[in-house]
């Protein structure tokens, strides 16, 4: 008995030890992300539109593999496919141990339609340092704290709470008001990069929704140097060439920026609008006969996966990595 005693706890000291060493190796690899000729980098992810289903256990286990310092979930979380909110908070920390994830509200959950965002906040609240505003709903950073390369700004357009309140942004209103206030203050701080997530659209190849956030909202964006804008709601991914502005159901090439070469765009010339709502929920198909389709520089219906964008002061890289490998990449540089 004692030697049957004796394997088991050398066993479980090597277990342990594998452990640590498993532990500590991740965190070198994220603390020592630099690029010799860009200084340091970190590398987020995001989608949005999960629910629970093989297809999402594949997204979140490649998404592990990146070792992401971030990962943003865009809304629609759980579509009511486990119960209560706890279960797919426990998948999310299951497959995802070591990720910080900031979550943000869809309009499956804002409301309390498939769950609520006030429990799904309370069994995945934030641990980023640094935020400010209202997690889940509408909220900002600074990434890293110290020394920020990035603003990240997290919004609600036109999302219903239960709590009675719609978050509008338009002229005038709270909500745009506080959003214009955060973006002029992260350029005035001369932070290198500005990104904007939320979980509604405005434009899109096809799919079943309009432009449900406001064409004021969109133009103003892409009007004020947001260099990119990550977005769910459509089960696809749509990625855009930069834009100076958006005109609704129709292509204006005046919307087009500069500069149209995906391998180096240049800062400046416009944002750049990615559709992520590919996390698991049962994936749409791309209409290329939308008037709106020659906005966009990558389209792929059908298809499950996540943006990886990896930052430095000079460069912001994204890939859309699908199931079986990357469909997308896309680079800006200052």
Known sequence: ???????????????IILLLVLGISIFISRTERVDKQTGPSFIFTSAGDYGVNSFTV?????????MPDLHFVLGDLSYDEVKPETEWCNMMKKYLPSVPIELLAGNHESDGQNGSIEKFISCLPNVTAG?????GKEYYFDYPEEKPLIRFILIS??????????FVYSTGSKHMEWLKKVIDEGHQKEIPWTIVGMHKICISAGGIHGCEIGEELINYLLAHNVDLIMQGHEHSYQRTKQLVCVKLNMFDPACLGEDTSPEDYKQ????IITIVGTGGAPSRKIDFNDPEVPYFASLEGDIYGFLRVEVTEKSLRGMFYSLSGVKDEFKIVR
Do not use: C
């Open 131 to 135: 935020i400010k505003g209202e997690y």
């Open 157 to 166: 357009p036109n999302l219903h709470f239960s709590d009675g309140q719609t």
């Open 1 to 15: 008995m004692t030697k049957i005693f004796d394997k088991r706890y050398i066993r479980l000291i090597v277990l």
């Open 268 to 271: 400046g010339n416009g944002g």
């Open 58 to 66: 594949k997204n979140l286990k490649n998404i592990a593999k990146e």
